[in-house]
Nanobody, 121 residues
Framework: EVRLVESGGGLGQAGGSLRLSCAAS????????IGWFRQAPGKEREGVSC????????VYADSVKGRFTISSDNAKNTIYLQMNSLKPEDTAVYYC??????????????WGQGTQVTVSS
């Protein structure tokens, strides 16, 4: 059974940092890209970042470029999203998702349950 479990969300302050984790199981971790998404109340889900299976290719939304960093630890089957210089507009539920490809093709087939991130001003 494929499982993606997010953790690390919580309350952060503007200008501060949080690190999210996505623990994966039930599939061969180093054969698929993983993405992070977020959804704020009343807004559509937004793609935040993605990392290829080897970690050699990463993608970021313009809204987080230069502030967020995605990384992977294949030994732990875990993807991280380091979020720095937080802004109130980063407040959302953050989800990780498995791509059906080694590259970030946007063809996500499994999703986690999400973790809430709230940034106070």
């Amino acid at each position: 059974e494929v499982r993606l479990v997010e953790s690390g969300g919580g309350l952060g302050q503007a200008g501060g940092s949080l690190r999210l984790s996505c623990a994966a199981s039930g599939f061969t971790f180093d054969e698929y890209a993983i993405g992070w998404f977020r959804q704020a109340p009343g807004k559509e889900r937004e793609g935040v970042s993605c990392i290829s299976n080897t970690g050699g290719n990463t993608v970021y939304a313009d809204s987080v470029k230069g502030r967020f960093t995605i990384s992977s630890d294949n030994a732990k089957n875990t993807i991280y999203l380091q979020m720095n210089s937080l802004k109130p507009e980063d407040t959302a539920v953050y989800y990780c998702a498995k791509d059906s490809s080694r590259l970030c093709r946007g063809e996500y087939d499994y999703w986690g349950q999400g973790t809430q991130v709230t940034v106070s001003s």
